[in-house]
């Protein structure tokens, strides 16, 4: 209606910042908005677990066994007695927090390994590209297995073995858009000035590939919650009785035919946040996608 | 051609060393050493007999080019845990995981390749908003869990199939054993069916909108004719190095699998074997899974030049 009432008023349409075309693009589907809102919600509640959680997780009360959902116990109790809304709020603090590190941890490894093969080619980049092509092409959920059973499933351990077999994307992605910006001209400027090297590829450089690298690590979030709950739910991830909703999942296939539902919450809380940890990741990409 | 095979095969033995060396050296480093030498009721001659009859008493790289010598003349050596030669664990598990894996991949092409065509040609319909929306949650579903909720509507509440193992005790018949196979297949290829409908989508938009298709379709020649002879074969080429990313995860997915429904491959090995610090099972299932990893990738890679007259590996 407007642009055919005033053709000239076109570029005195309100202009707005980079930022806030890519922010309206990515909040604009409803998908996203749920995701997120229900992401915070997981994040609070795991943040203020014990101000919101009705119980402690490790309370045994041997006389109210998989009891069904009450009044005291909102979704029951699990076979110890011990209250499954409580567990599954305290599982998931565990759950979210080792995806979260574990993905940090990787995004360092890749991040630094992908700069590091775009920026200086060569040797390097032969190198470093051959072994994100060999563990990309080989089954790490061997190694997984072999290294936990091997040196201990503490909390720092698998974060760092998780961390090990998924920081290739990240890695693939910067060297990507390093190789393809190292020829720019800003670069061959401060090489001019005399800045050195590493300083121009970790200062100017690679930042501007956060876009990309905050896209890869929602992703990667998704990813490193379910490899973390499948590892649980071998028995090679988090030890019982700390709670994680993998290890819950393989508690409760136990008594599958006593209380079904019991296998039902962890999973579906598996499932939910790695579905909205993908929506919103994805909607990231698209709305930062340059071609869009 | 026959160049780039060699040049391949060279790699991907290489590459087999290279995954066999690292996963030697990691189990060499553990800490408590191997189990059998812990068993508190053991002798400490018999220890000390037991760590030079296994080579535990020689320099690491040495006791990996035993181990070496000893696979290439076919012995894989002798399980901690259960007492059995490696080779004869890995024979009897290894068929059930290349059926599960293969079946998997197998339905998940039948059904995603089709459908992720339909979704492309009917681009922004009600098919093509429900089938994206069905795969980004399908990609979405930890495999554990919804071989979990399987098993609980169609074991448990409904009774129609099987909850777990491969056959009814007592009873070997391909029935049985395709009765068993359903749940696995469903659970396992849900995700890859997921991941092939999103690719096979955008590849086949991408060459809906190429020149020499609307040259096609200016001739004259039937929209079918053009989607099934002309814009999908173009289109197969990226799927088919979809399927080579894909083995990775089909067959670390199938180690999950196979847990929850007590299939007897690979996976269900595996995962003994690390509980048991099984050193000789861990080392053969290693090497044997890097090498049908490694084999597949290769066929896709001479598929890939078969499919592309572009591709001629020169």
């Known amino acids: 209606m407007s642009a055919t009432a005033s053709p000239p008023a076109k570029p005195a349409r309100k202009s707005i910042s980079p930022l806030a075309r890519t922010w309206r693009s990515f909040w604009r589907r409803p998908a996203t908005q749920i995701a997120s809102v229900v992401l915070g919600l997981m994040v609070f509640v795991s943040i203020f677990a014990p101000w919101i959680a009705p119980y402690s997780p490790a309370t045994i009360d041997m006389f109210n066994m998989l009891a069904p959902p009450s009044p005291q ?7 110890n007695g011990r209250d499954i809304l409580t567990r599954l709020i305290y599982g998931g603090r565990v759950s979210l927090s080792v995806g979260l590190a574990s993905v940090a941890a990787a995004v360092v490894i890749g991040a630094t390994l992908g700069a590091l093969a775009g920026f200086l080619g060569g040797w390097v980049d032969s190198l470093i590209s051959r072994i994100i092509d060999g563990m990309l092409s080989i089954p790490l959920f061997f190694f997984l297995l072999t290294t936990l059973a091997l040196f201990g499933s503490s909390l720092p351990n698998l974060i760092l073995v998780i961390a090990l077999t998924t920081w290739m994307p990240v890695a693939r992605i910067v060297r990507g858009e390093i190789t393809a910006n190292r020829e720019l001209q800003y670069v061959e400027a401060a090489a001019a000035l005399g800045v050195p090297k590493m300083k121009i590829l970790f200062r100017h450089v690679l930042p501007q590939s956060t876009p990309s690298i905050i896209v890869a690590a929602t992703l990667g979030i998704a990813e490193a919650i379910i490899v973390e709950s499948a590892l649980s739910y071998l ?8 709670p994680s909703w993998g290890n819950m999942l393989a508690e409760a296939r136990g008594y599958i035919f006593q209380n079904p539902l019991l296998t039902v919450y962890p999973g579906a809380l598996i499932f939910i946040s790695v579905l909205a940890f993908n929506t919103i990741g994805d909607a990231m990409r698209d709305a930062t996608d340059p071609r869009k | 051609m026959t160049g780039y095979i060699l040049r391949r095969l060279g790699e991907s033995i290489a590459l087999i060393l290279v995954i066999t060396i690292f996963t030697f050296a990691l189990i060499s480093s553990a800490p408590g050493g191997p189990s059998i030498l812990l068993d508190p009721n053991m002798s400490p ?17 040495e006791q990996y080019l035993l181990w070496l010598w000893q696979v290439l003349q076919g012995n894989l050596g002798f399980s901690f845990g259960v007492g059995r030669p490696v080779s004869e664990l890995i024979a009897s598990a290894l068929p059930a995981t290349l059926l599960l894996s293969g079946a998997a991949l197998l339905v998940a092409a039948i059904i995603a390749i089709p459908l992720g065509i339909l979704a492309a040609v009917k681009r922004n319909s009600w098919i093509d908003q429900t089938l994206t929306t069905v795969s980004f949650f399908g990609l979405s579903l930890p495999v554990f869990w919804y071989g979990l909720m399987l098993i609980i509507l169609f074991a448990v509440i409904l009774r129609w199939l099987p909850a777990g193992g491969m056959f009814t005790p007592g009873q070997n018949s391909i029935g049985n054993l395709l009765l068993h196979l359903i749940l696995p297949v469903v659970a396992l290829s849900t995700s890859i069916m997921a991941e092939l409908v999103r690719y096979t989508r955008s590849a086949m938009i991408g060459v809906l909108r190429q020149d020499y298709v609307r040259t096609a379709r200016a001739k004259g020649v039937a929209e079918p004719v053009v989607i099934t002879r002309h814009a999908f074969r173009t289109a197969m080429i990226p799927v088919v190095t979809l399927l080579g990313m894909l083995i990775p995860r089909l067959v670390g997915g199938a180690a999950v699998t196979e847990s929850v429904f007590s299939w007897p491959g690979m996976g269900r090995l595996a995962v003994s074997a690390a509980f048991n610090q099984d050193y000789p099972t861990i080392m053969g299932i290693t090497l044997v899974i890097s090498v049908v990893v490694v084999v597949s990738n290769l066929i896709v890679d001479l598929l890939y030049a078969k499919l592309d007259p572009r591709v001629s590996y020169s």
Not at chain 1, 235 to 242: A, S
Not at chain 2, 45 to 61: I, N, S
């Open chain 1, 235 to 242: 028995g090679f991830g988090v030890r019982p009785p700390t």
């Open chain 1, 73 to 79: 116990h909102w979704l029951g109790t699990d076979e």
């Open chain 2, 45 to 61: 001659e018999d220890t000390a007999r037991l760590r030079t009859l296994y080579g535990f008493d020689r320099p690491v790289y």
